[in-house]
């Protein structure tokens, strides 16, 4: 008797896969994530390395190679983040907390500010991500952008509680694209505010910094003579990194 077993699959690897998901029959209906991922490779030779770099999430959460799933867990496999499940046109992820968004809807500086500005904040910081037309001499015609939505609305807002407990009375607020974003819009807003400035620009940075290291939203870049998937560019990529240095 076997069990089956469903990945799901973004970005590049659905690409390379030829699909949304990746399914294995096993005898087994639980494995430490590592194993999964060595039955992946082995259904799935070709690609073993993609495999192997990748991370696995599960229930929405990353989880790190010894760790056990399980069959019926709702299981993704994730490549380096550049910071899915597709949102109907005019939906978005995260409305029962309007701080935190992904949304195929352009996005609104204002209305990002509007929530975190607060009585007892002195100062608010915007930062603006848009889409460049060149980079190192090659010219991009647009981005196209895809995200594990529930996950990616769980990071934005773990990371708005990271922020609040590292620089205490601080609110943050994050949205980002999905879709086509074209040259010169924007593709993401991070708002901040706190007591005094300083708080301001260290929470600003910090917010985009971990948004690229632990967010499963993706970019593709479109150009005149090809496209191709970005991952972070920040060195190795490990979105556990930080959890298990705080262990």
Known sequence: MTVKWNVRLFAGLADRFGGPSAELELPEDELTVGQLKDALAARY??????????????????????????????????PPVSGGEDEPAGNTAGDADARYRVTPEPLSVEAVTAQVIVPNNGAAL???GTTREWTHGQRTVRLEYEAYVPMAVKTLRQIGDEI?????????????????????????????????????????????ERLKQIVPIWKREIWEDGSEWKG??????????QARSEA
């Open 164 to 208: 609040a407990e590292r620089w205490p009375g601080t609110a943050c607020a994050i949205w980002h694209r999905t879709g086509v974003v074209d040259i010169a819009e924007i593709s993401v807003v991070i708002a901040v505010s706190s007591p005094h400035r300083e708080g301001c620009y260290e929470a600003s940075r910090y917010a985009i």
């Open 45 to 78: 030779p070709a690609h073993a390395q993609l495999i192997a770099a990748a991370f696995m999430a599960r229930n929405q959460a990353y989880a790190a190679d010894g760790e056990p799933v399980r069959a019926d867990d709702e299981l993704a496999l994730l």
């Open 126 to 128: 915007t930062f603006t």
């Open 232 to 241: 972070h560019q920040q060195g190795p990529w490990d979105p556990l990194a």
